[in-house]
T-cell receptor, first 112, second 109 residues
Framework: NAGVTQTPKFQVLKTGQSMTLQCAQD?????MYWYRQDPGMGLRLIYY???????DKGEVPNGYNVSRLNKREFSLRLESAAPSQTSVYFC???????????FGPGTRLLVL | GIQVEQSPPDLILQEGANSTLRCNFS?????LQWFHQNPWGQLINLFY???GTKQNGRLSATTVATERYSLLYISSSQTTDSGVYFC???????????FGKGTTLSVSS
């Protein structure tokens, strides 16, 4: 029972490159989330998926797209990476909206 | 939207000391969580505490929702308690956690 897993753990991109961050959960939870954490800051919500088949924007969605592939998997895509997207990205999951959030280990992304 | 403020921003303790971390929020909230981010960056759930008091070993938390604050108590601190402590409250729609900027705790032996 791994909980929430994220791949990759670390990635370096050049400006303009694209990549997809993967998140999977084995908790049978309905809701999944993507956050970013910048130095000295708390986490800010990028996108969330209340349930399979739905996605909605969070506080900072510009430059990102998401796909809720199935109940277990929620991916985050950067189509054309920019240095401002250098951050640590966390995936989280809850049984339902408004409930306890459980976080993955994070992906450190550096955009040069 | 809701705002979450934490204090103090930094805290330095000797092993064995006690501490209190505070979280103020700007609007009524339905729920609140405390997290510990360890030096390796992992976010660990400590408490889900919309109101009342909970205890887990040396840690306890109290939320007074009517007065819009929550407190995290750490007793007999250990070096492994070092890291950043975040509180976070859900927005009104319950769709996103709004995080404070955290309290950085350093415990030395």
């Amino acid at each position: 029972n791994a909980g929430v897993t994220q791949t990759p753990k670390f990635q370096v991109l050049k400006t303009g490159q694209s990549m997809t961050l993967q998140c999977a959960q084995d908790m049978n939870h309905n809701s999944m989330y993507w956050y970013r954490q910048d130095p000295g800051m708390g986490l800010r919500l990028i996108y969330y998926s209340a349930s399979e088949g739905t996605t909605d924007k969070g506080e900072v969605p510009n430059g990102y797209n998401v796909s809720r592939l199935n109940k277990r998997e929620f991916s985050l895509r950067l189509e054309s990476a920019a240095p401002s997207q250098t951050s640590v990205y966390f995936c989280a999951t809850t049984r339902g909206l408004g409930e306890t959030q459980y976080f993955g280990p994070g992906t450190r992304l550096l955009v040069l | 939207g809701i705002q979450v403020e934490q204090s103090p921003p930094d805290l330095i303790l000797q092993e064995g000391a006690n501490s209190t971390l505070r979280c103020n929020f700007s609007d009524s909230v339905n729920n609140l969580q405390w997290f510990h981010q360890n030096p390796w960056g992992q976010l660990i759930n400590l408490f889900y505490i919309p109101s009342g008091t909970k205890q887990n070993g040396r840690l306890s938390a109290t939320t007074v929702a009517t007065e819009r604050y929550s407190l995290l108590y750490i007793s007999s601190s250990q070096t492994t308690d070092s890291g950043v402590y975040f509180c976070a409250a859900y927005n009104q729609a319950g769709t996103a956690l709004i995080f404070g900027k955290g309290t950085t705790l350093s415990v030395s032996s």
